[in-house]
């Protein structure tokens, strides 16, 4: 059904949960799984970076932004080997992708229909008419696949969301694979989300 699975990867705890989910339905479905780690361009801003340092009462030192470099790189090299042994403790095929740029950018150019995308969403518990996070709002409304996005944690009981088009094969694998229910339409989602497309709602068990 699924020729990939893309799993963006930024090392926030709901990122790490979907993981697990991601690795599960490429199993199922015979499909090898790409991470996904971009560099946001936007963290090493010298500009940013110096009015944050001000705005914390450190000393600003030009150059900074090398350093957060590393330190990024270095965090995007942990998750994507974790991801491979992952990988190849599940027998799953897996790929690793480390890009740098605007992150739902990055991920969209990577993206292809016969795909599915897994995002997690950092923050508080999204609630409706309100807002996910930009990134995760820009690539549900740009990418050409279906796109799950995921709650903060494996603990939240919260919903998981799947935007783009279901002809009910989509909806079925999923309840079959991690045993979901689906839950009815609930108004606003779509404004929300400031899509076209509907946003359907699974509430794990």
């Not at 950018?105 to 997690?120: C, H, K, N, Q, T």
């Not at 309100?130 to 796109?147: D, W």
Request: glycine fraction near 8%.
């Amino acid at each position: 059904m699924f020729k990939r699975v893309l799993l963006g990867l930024d090392g926030s705890p709901s990122s790490l949960t979907c993981a697990r989910y991601a690795f599960e339905l490429a199993k199922r479905v015979k499909a090898p799984l790409v991470g996904i780690f971009v560099l946001d361009e936007s963290l090493l801003d010298e500009s940013l970076l110096r009015e944050l340092s001000y705005a914390l009462g450190f000393e600003y030192s030009p150059g900074v932004s090398e350093h957060v470099r590393e330190h990024l790189e270095k965090q995007a090299d942990g998750l994507l080997r974790a991801l491979a042994e992952e990988g190849r403790e599940r027998s799953v095929p897996v790929s690793l992708v480390q890009l740098y740029g605007i992150p739902w950018e990055e991920i969209l150019s990577e993206a292809d229909p016969a795909d599915i995308i897994f995002v997690g969403k950092k923050g508080k518990k999204m609630k409706k008419g309100k807002r996910p996070g930009t990134n995760t709002l820009n690539l549900a409304k740009n990418a050409p696949c279906p796109v799950f996005v995921f709650p903060k944690s494996e603990k939240d009981p919260g919903r998981v969301y799947l935007i783009g088009k279901d002809n009910g094969d989509i909806s079925k694998l999923i309840r079959e694979t991690y045993g979901w229910e689906t839950v009815e339409k609930e108004e606003g989602l779509e404004e929300a989300f400031l899509l076209d497309e509907p946003v359907l709602v699974l509430r794990r068990g």
